[in-house]
């Protein structure tokens, strides 16, 4: 632009005839350059919902109400009264209009005062953006703007500058943040009443105040509306109706609707006068308002505060965001972002867990692990109701949410392949306290956010792909032409959802996951809510943190994820707070609400899984003495092929009291019989609670054999472990060992000497001096096993 100005003065300026017009043309392109304008209008951010209506709305760094209005949001009837009203001949002249300035000049001196001004729209721009005192000097430097603005600017960005400047009393400024604060409604909802309502108060903001004197702003609306319909800007029934329309006009509130990301968005786009969403206001409003009653339904249980995620699975797009129970409720920190604060994920990763082990081929759904106490060097976790269940398949270890197979199967796919996963998954934290994570890790020994569990369960909903969650709609960008910075820009959001996306899990094992988590004989149904309530067909999985600080429950059809945290921010725990009881309530309403009777269908059985019948016992393919099989799901090509060897043959004498092995078989009388092979573990377990089994026989006693399968087991105390006694306050540490299904009895050596005779269940009890101690266990088949422990005195 300015090369072309220079060119065309320089062709001017060789006729002397023009000389003055280049002189002037020189002129302005040197005022320019040394005072160029600046047009940075300091506008309120807002945040759009998907429909483009307002959530919520900030004043602007001036305490103002500020609010963009977009082109396609100036009417036709606002374009029209506003022009005909302040500037008729506005896409015609420069900037300014020298017939009405001749006229106003001549009308000023003839008088001897003002009584005429000549300001276009593109000069009362300029004076918004720039104000200064009303003189000839002031009414200069706006014409040397005005043309600048005309130059660099299109008309209808001119207008639009100025829709969004014009005063209205108070810090109330431009079209759109008066039509929302008075008549709450966007401006293309107006009326021509309040259209043209909205066009006389600018000239006389203090006067015609909105609320308080619209008696006077009626009579004045209305002496306007028959001028409009004298000049035939409207038809004569338009007006007539415009006339008869009362003026309901009153300061209304601004728009609050989902302040937590409205805050998070803000601070990420601080610069944007407008942020598109791809919240739903409906569903927005509807959540927030389902969070608030049902925390002020808990709170007489000293629970405080809750946090909801929706998330759409086909588009990924969250459609609301419920950071806290209440924004302004300082005493429970409604404040804090519940979706992004760091809590304690309780058992929410355990289906993360189980899939990563049918993907290592590891397991499959109906595999038999050991519920019982066990000691992970030091580490006994326990169910959240203190019991345990002896064998249990999978599925039923993670509909119930067991403790001690999880850790079992941490223990085996090894802590480092879980964390990589979880970083792979994007969980932030847990990459932050990696190199000091360990077993307790799936039991909630770490730390998630709402925001990164509800992505990670939408992918299972999506066959294991892991995708960003999208805050924004997709928007077309806003071209626009000159040198100067665009008026009002928009957030450039990223693309939705279009499938793909990293896989954290295969197919398979997200459905495998998602048929397990369908089940609803579980514990974790709340109590009588299938008799009280619709029980809503998703996938679900609860958490509840140490301490009872934080209850967890996030669910997934194939529509929608919604994640939901319950608790207090202060980190106070309460005894009734629970993932089952209190969490998935507010989940199951939230579903019925956002997702009644989907007609999305359910999930589908990938073309990699198989059936195949295994033995009920252990979960592996039928053995040889395999008696009663089921049907189970395995991965193609992964999962494991074992053979059953739950059940084992046994040779005994007629009467079975005794069992012989192949060096003490008789010639004769021996009878074949078959017995469960059972783990250590598992017949301690049984002996400790009294649990009756199908006990092998005692061996031969009269056998000299020495047996080479493996000695007791001491779970306690733990190998190479430090411990600390009191000397002036004796202490006792506590001896136990697992032993194979035919031992009878132990013996105890404590520094090589033997301290005691035992049952192989029976808890032994020492008292240990400073230093080194060696703990051996010998059973009666003269098998044995060391440990090394270190005692020190406090």
């Known amino acids: ?58 004043l602007n760094d001036r305490d103002r109400w500020r609010m963009v209005t977009e082109l396609d949001e100036i009417t036709p009837v606002l374009r029209k009264t506003i022009l005909r009203k302040e500037d008729r001949y506005f896409y015609f002249h420069p900037g300014f209009n020298p017939l009405a300035m001749a006229r106003a000049a001549f009308r000023n001196l003839t008088t001897g005062r003002r009584t005429s001004g000549a300001s276009t729209i593109t000069m009362q721009v300029v004076r918004l953006l720039e104000p200064r005192e009303r003189t000839y000097g002031s009414k200069l430097i706006e014409l040397f703007r005005a043309v600048q603005l005309e130059l660099f600017y299109s008309k209808d960005e001119i207008l639009q500058l100025y829709v969004n400047l014009i005063p209205y009393g108070g810090n109330v400024e431009g079209i759109k943040s008066a039509s929302l604060l008075f008549f709450g409604k966007p401006p293309q909802l107006l009326s021509l009443a309040e259209v043209t309502t909205l066009t006389i108060i600018p000239n006389r903001p203090s006067s015609l105040r909105l609320g308080s004197n619209n008696a006077r702003i009626v009579q004045e609306r209305n002496r306007w509306l028959k001028r409009f319909g004298q000049a035939g800007l409207f038809t004569a029934s338009e007006v007539a109706d415009a006339l008869t329309e009362p003026l309901n006009a009153h300061r209304r509130a601004a728009p609050r609707l989902a302040p937590h990301l409205a805050l998070r968005l803000k ?41 909801v995620l929706v998330v759409n699975n086909q ?54 692990l050991n519920d019982v106490p066990t000691n992970f060097s030091g580490y006994e976790p326990e169910n959240y109701d203190r019991q345990f269940n002896g064998p249990v398949t999978v599925e039923a270890a993670l509909a119930n949410s067991l403790n001690v197979p999880a850790v079992k ?48 369960f939408a992918a299972f909903a999506n066959e294991g792909r892991l995708q960003p969650l999208l805050y924004h709609p997709p ?89 939901v945290w319950v608790g207090n921010f202060s980190g106070e725990g309460v005894p009734e707070l629970s993932g ?6 507010l989940l199951f309403s939230i579903f019925n609400a956002v997702d009644y009777n989907s007609p999305k269908g359910w999930f589908r059985a990938p073309k990699g899984l198989t059936m195949r019948q295994v033995c009920a016992g252990t979960g592996d393919v039928p053995g040889d003495f395999c008696e009663h099989t089921i049907v189970d799901y395995a991965i193609g090509g992964i999962s494991p092929y074992r053979r059953c060897s739950h059940r084992k043959a046994v040779w005994t004498d007629a009467a079975g009291a005794v069992s012989y092995c192949a060096h003490c078989l008789p010639d004769s009388g021996a009878v074949r019989r078959f017995y469960p092979n059972l783990a250590p573990e598992l017949i301690a377990f049984y002996r400790s609670r009294r649990i009756p089994y199908a006990e092998i026989p005692p061996h031969h006693p009269a056998c000299t054999r020495v047996f080479a399968r493996q000695g007791p087991q001491i779970v306690s105390p733990n190998d190479g472990s430090e411990y600390f006694i009191n000397p002036h306050r004796p202490q006792q540490l506590q001896l136990s060992c697992q ?38 266990c010998a059973d009666d088949k003269g098998r044995n096993t060391n440990i090394r422990i270190l005692v020190r005195a406090e």
């Open 409 to 456: 199967v941490l223990q085996q796919i090894g802590t480092p392949a879980l964390v990589d996963l979880l970083k792979k998954a994007e969980f932030e934290t847990v990459k932050k306290q990696s190199k000091v994570l360990g077993l307790s890790m799936i039991l909630g020994g770490c730390g998630v956010t709402l925001e990164e569990l509800t992505r990670l």
């Open 475 to 563: 928007a077309p960008s806003l071209a626009r032409r000159g040198s100067a910075p665009p008026l009002p820009r928009t957030a450039e959001p990223p693309p939705p959802y279009q499938g793909g996306g990293r896989g954290v899990v295969s197919p398979e094992a997200a459905f495998l996951i998602t048929n397990t988590l369908t089940q609803i004989t579980r514990p974790d149904l709340p109590n009588n809510f299938d008799n009280s309530y619709h029980l809503p067909r998703i996938a679900w999985k609860t958490g509840t943190s140490y301490g009872r600080r934080d209850a967890w429950s996030i669910g997934y059809n194939r529509h929608y994820t919604i994640g």
């Open 1 to 58: 632009m300015l090369e072309k100005l220079l060119h065309i003065a320089k062709r001017i300026g060789r006729r002397r005839w023009v000389s003055v017009p280049a002189g002037l043309v020189l002129l302005f392109i040197t005022l320019n350059l040394l005072f160029p304008f600046h047009v940075q209008p300091r506008y309120s951010t807002i945040l759009t919902a998907a429909d483009g209506t307002i959530l919520h709305a900030f």
């Open 315 to 368: 588009t990924m797009q969250v459609e609301a965001y419920v950071g806290s129970a209440d924004f302004n409720d300082a005493a429970d920190g409604g404040q804090v972002d519940g979706v992004r604060a760091v809590r304690s994920p309780g058992s929410t990763l355990k289906p993360l867990l189980y899939a990563l082990a049918f993907d290592k081929g590891l397991l499959t759904p109906k595999t038999v």
């Open 580 to 585: 089952a009881n209190i969490a998935t309530p």
């Open 739 to 776: 032993t194979e299904n035919e031992v009878r009895q132990v013996y105890w050596y404590v520094n090589d000497r033997l301290y005691r005779k035992a049952a192989p269940t029976e808890a032994v009890f020492f008292q240990p001096q400073a230093g080194p101690v060696k703990i051996s």
């Open 267 to 307: 601070s990420q786009y601080p610069d944007q006068p407008v942020i598109h969403t791809a919240l739903r206001p409906g569903r927005q409003a509807q959540v927030e308002r389902l969070v608030a009653n049902y925390v002020g339904r808990i709170r007489s249980l000293n629970i405080h505060n809750a946090a």
